[in-house]
């Protein structure tokens, strides 16, 4: 749908969540807290069926909002709400109802604001997979997308009938990210993004590797930033214990020469590489095949792992040529490194950070920053990583003019 609004939490911006008769209604009260805790607010309408399934009283506590289900129950509601939300969400969405939207029925107080409505619309369908891939209905759906309705699709999955297949409503998670995205600024629609996050590991013997504190936070932080401002985003991820953000690519590496392979490979057609892992600057010198025994003593002899960030600069004659941000994690004020740094390996731009200052540091969940360009030093003060991951994305497209309006 057309006019979509600029993105950003602020307490009078609501969507409309329209819940539908599936038994996957258990998960609305779920859905409205992630979107509240996002920092926007949600009215509810609900179809007669879905009261069979959730009751209303339970959608009212959590949004803090009356919730609607019939025409009449507040004159002109249609209008009201469809004039001053900032998005539909239908989730559960049922065959009917999306049958309904797609053949402009309007009769019930749901489908009636959608056929009021002028702004982005996002359908979560729920039903059992024989209905899903029936052909009519996949007309039906795929006309709605065409008109610029938004689908997430459903998840593979044991259906409430027992079956098994595609049907499953998808994740809050991903319902949720769609939202963000959709909301957002869209600055950088379009644009190829690869981000490397977390730590490497280099292995002594089958069991024992050494590696670093990296928890893959600030690079994760990147990754969902720039996916909801929409880019097309591929995350090479080192071992780490988070989730990756919703719908993006996701490689997952172990060591520093499976990094610099999925790295190398991936920025062949990106416009932005941004290079936060921590990856190992040594590794064994000697592999055991086999598991060493405490009682064998043994002197450990490293060498120097590559320098991933400086081969993908020295190959931009055979790449797309992409903006290239490094990272560098000191102990103390060195900035000079940083300079250094990005002097030395031809990158466009690195962020320095003191991982022993005050609310830095490799598993916080804040960061302090400096990010240095060939011309410029701007200071990214305390705030949490996902924060400081727009900066850095608001400063990359300044430097590069490459974003979307």
Not at 16 to 41: C, F, H, M, N
Not at 97 to 122: E, R
Not at 157 to 172: D, H, I, K, P, Q
Not at 382 to 393: S, V
């Amino acid at each position: 749908m057309e006019g979509r609004p600029e993105g950003g939490g602020n307490a009078d911006k609501y969507i409309v969540l329209g819940v539908t008769g599936s038994i996957a209604a258990y998960k609305a009260p779920l859905l409205v807290r992630a979107i509240r805790d996002a920092e926007i607010g949600v009215k509810v309408v609900m179809t007669d069926a879905a009261r069979q399934f959730i009751t209303p009283l339970a959608l009212e506590i959590v949004s803090e909002n009356q919730v609607l289900w019939d025409n009449f129950q507040s004159p002109l509601s249609h209008i009201k709400l469809a004039g001053n939300a900032a998005a539909m969400i239908i989730a559960p969405a049922t065959l009917n109802t999306i049958s309904k939207f797609s053949t402009a029925i309007a009769d019930n107080l749901l489908t009636t604001i959608f056929m009021a409505f002028h702004g982005p619309v996002i359908i979560a369908p729920a039903m059992n997979w024989r209905m899903y891939e029936n052909p009519i209905f996949k007309d039906r759906l795929a006309y709605l997308k065409d008109k610029g309705v938004i689908e997430v699709p459903p998840e593979r999955g044991t259906l409430a009938c027992g079956e098994e297949g595609v049907g499953r409503m998808a994740s809050v998670g991903r319902i949720l990210h769609t939202l963000l995205r959709t909301l957002g600024s869209g600055d950088m629609k379009g644009l190829k993004v690869v981000v490397s996050s977390g730590p490497t590991r280099e292995y002594i013997d089958p069991v024992r590797f050494i590696t670093n504190k990296s928890s893959g936070k600030m690079g994760h932080a990147l990754a969902r930033s720039a996916s909801l401002r929409g880019a097309i985003v591929t995350l090479i991820s080192g071992p780490t214990s988070l989730l990756p953000p919703e719908d993006i690519e996701v490689i997952r590496v172990e060591t520093s020469a499976g990094m610099q392979r999925a790295v190398l490979e991936k920025s062949k057609d990106a416009d932005i590489v941004v290079m936060a892992a921590a990856v190992c600057d040594f590794r064994p010198e000697r592999f055991s095949p086999g598991k060493l025994s405490r009682t064998e003593s043994f002197n450990l002899s490293l060498n120097k792992t590559t320098d991933i960030l400086a081969e993908v600069s020295s190959q931009r004659g055979t790449l797309k040529t992409p903006y290239i941000t490094g990272f560098a994690a000191e102990t103390g004020d060195r900035k000079d490194r940083a300079r250094e740094k990005l002097h030395s390996k031809g990158i466009d731009m690195i962020v320095f950070n003191d991982v022993t200052a005050k609310g830095a540091g490799f598993d916080s969940d804040t960061n302090v920053m400096s990010v240095i360009t060939r011309e410029d030093e701007l200071f990214i003060p305390e705030m949490p990583k996902g924060d400081g991951a727009n900066r850095i994305f608001d400063i990359i497209l300044r430097e590069t003019g490459r974003g979307c309006s």
